[in-house]
């Protein structure tokens, strides 16, 4: 986090992954060019796979753990 910039925030887990992606690409569908930074809580509840899978989307920066 840097004072002054801004971005978007967003809480996912496994669960919530197909809701999680759609948002994103409403997001990139209305123009949006804030970077989006994921949050989630221990790979258990947001596996590997789905992290380098939102990675791959568009104006995802970066992918932070709440647990460590």
Do not use: H
Request: proline share 3%.
């Amino acid at each position: 986090y840097q004072q002054g910039t801004r971005g978007i925030v967003m809480c996912l887990n496994d669960r919530y992954l197909k809701i999680g992606i759609s948002s994103i690409m409403a997001l990139q569908a209305l123009g949006n060019q804030l970077p989006i930074e994921i949050m989630f809580y221990q790979s258990s509840e947001l596996s590997s796979k789905n992290q380098k899978l939102l990675l791959s989307l568009p104006f995802v920066v970066r992918m932070v753990d709440m647990s460590s």
